[in-house]
């Protein structure tokens, strides 16, 4: 995935990232992840059982970074492993993604542009896995916070691509497998421009 980088405002809350929990805060995100098809519990929760992602990051008050992360609920104690990057700029475009190596232990490395932020051997991140699932997004914590983008300065977000199976290649998504939802849409927008594109942003 290509995106945009767009400011984006977060409510009060100054929490920050925990290290300790790998708990991200209050924050406004956009990523591409890999995750898996099945779900696990999370407390009274069901979730995918683990997910490696990467897309820039934005704490409240805080710069925009990249970032990647990775979580098994069966594996690192159930907790997220997360790593940043430098400092980015509204209007840099930057892509993030996602790969598998076909080597002879099978590894993952999560991406931005071409640079890999986090490797890890297959085994470890898909332990339990029994599918996959590829999902592009902007996310925030709260309601009150703003997905990256305005109406002036839509956020675009395009070239969504997949690995297939067994493959080092990347192909861009056919139609119809690009679905969107928004749960906030009276102050966030989501428009699916095509299968392999898509804007964000907040009213």
């Given amino acids: ?26 924050f406004s995100t956009a990523w591409s992840m890999l ?3 099945n779900l696990c519990l999370d ?5 995918p059982c683990g997910w490696m992602q ?12 990249h970032f990647s992360q990775i979580k098994n609920y069966q594996q690192w104690n159930g907790e997220a492993q997360t790593v940043f990057g430098p400092v980015i ?6 892509q993030y993604w996602q790969q598998w190596a076909p080597d002879a232990e099978g590894e993952y ?36 916070n703003d997905v990256p983008g305005k109406p002036a300065t ?5 070239n969504l691509q997949v690995q297939p199976a067994g ?19 009276s102050r966030w927008n989501l428009s699916p421009t095509s299968s392999t594109s898509f804007d964000t942003w907040t009213s």
């Fill in 89 to 94: 700029q509204p209007g840099e475009i930057h």
């Fill in 167 to 185: 493959s080092s290649s990347f192909v861009l998504i056919p139609n119809p497998f690009l679905t969107g939802f928004n749960y906030n849409p």
């Fill in 109 to 144: 490395h999560s991406n931005y542009d071409t640079t890999r932020l986090i490797n890890t051997a297959q085994g470890l991140l898909t332990h339990g896995w029994t599918s996959y699932r590829q999902s592009f997004f902007a996310e925030v914590p709260y309601l009150s």
């Fill in 54 to 65: 990467s897309g820039h990051f934005r704490n409240h008050g805080g710069a925009i970074m």
């Fill in 1 to 26: 995935m290509h995106t945009v980088v767009r400011l984006a405002g977060t409510c009060n809350d100054s929490s920050v990232y925990n290290p300790a929990s790998g708990a991200l805060g209050n």
């Fill in 43 to 47: 407390g009274f929760v069901s979730v």
């Fill in 35 to 37: 995750a898996s098809g």
């Fill in 154 to 158: 839509h956020a675009p977000h395009y």
